[in-house]
């Protein structure tokens, strides 16, 4: 069963902390995303991955990063969160970030910058 | 500037009943367009994809079509379930991109009433 997982799914954290959310997916998948999706607004894609250690900036890169060390495993890093990072964050993955390849989402991170 | 505008906004419609939402996008140039749908919580999940000039594809109760002249597609939802309530979002890869680079709607809720 083809599958992306994402941990946590809800967090709560103050300003100034450091945020953690991490992504997994079973399908030895080359290409892994991180978007977030704000109300009235389309995803926004922060980061895409092409492999280990092989990651470019999507369109809003300011204030996140990310690590790849596994190709099963992408995860987001917020250093010193801020108020405005409050969203939805997905991971996805796709068989290649080339093509008509499907991508395959997570159920969510419903993170809560206070 | 948004490139995947998509419409109505909002949808409410009685069990049973068919319905048609659309999606226009300034995206260039255009590989491929996918259909998601996204239950309220969840992460978004395939309906169909479109990938040639005056492509029609079909999926059960959905079906789409695609007018790459126009660069705009229809999603129909025939005879519908309550179930179907969700919000049903277009994406758009941009065949400039080496990654393939998703352009996303912000979505079409439709709720379906008894």
């Known amino acids: 069963d083809m599958k992306v997982t994402q941990m946590p799914r809800y967090l709560i954290k103050r300003m100034g902390e450091n945020v953690l959310l991490e992504c997994g997916q079973d399908m030895s998948h080359e290409t892994m995303y991180w978007y977030r999706q704000d109300p009235g607004l389309g995803l926004q894609l922060i980061y895409i991955?092409?492999?280990?250690?092989?990651?470019s900036e999507g369109d809003i890169p300011k204030g996140y990063r990310v690590s790849r060390k596994k190709r099963e495993h992408f995860s987001l890093i917020l250093d010193s969160a801020k108020t405005n990072q409050t969203s939805v964050y997905f991971c996805?993955?796709?068989?290649?970030?080339?093509?008509?390849?499907?991508?395959?989402f997570g159920p969510g991170t419903r993170l809560t910058v206070l | 500037k948004t490139q995947v505008e998509q419409s109505p906004q909002s949808l409410v419609v009685r069990q049973g009943e068919n319905c048609v939402l659309q999606?226009?996008?300034?995206?260039?140039?255009?590989?491929?367009l996918r259909w998601f749908k996204q239950d309220t919580g969840k992460g978004l999940v395939s309906l169909t994809v479109?990938?040639?000039?005056?492509d029609k594809t079909s999926n059960g109760r959905y079906s789409a079509t695609l007018d790459k002249d126009a660069k705009h597609s229809t999603l129909h939802i025939t005879a519908t379930l309550l179930d179907d309530t969700a919000t049903y979002i277009c994406v758009v890869v941009d065949r400039g991109s080496a990654l393939g680079r998703l352009h996303f709607g912000a979505g079409t809720q439709l709720i379906v009433i008894p």
């Open positions: 996805a993955s796709s068989l290649s970030g080339t093509g008509v390849y499907e991508q395959y």
């Open positions: 479109l990938v040639h000039e005056n």
């Open positions: 991955s092409y492999d280990v250690d092989s990651n």
């Open positions: 999606c226009n996008y300034s995206v260039t140039p255009d590989n491929h």
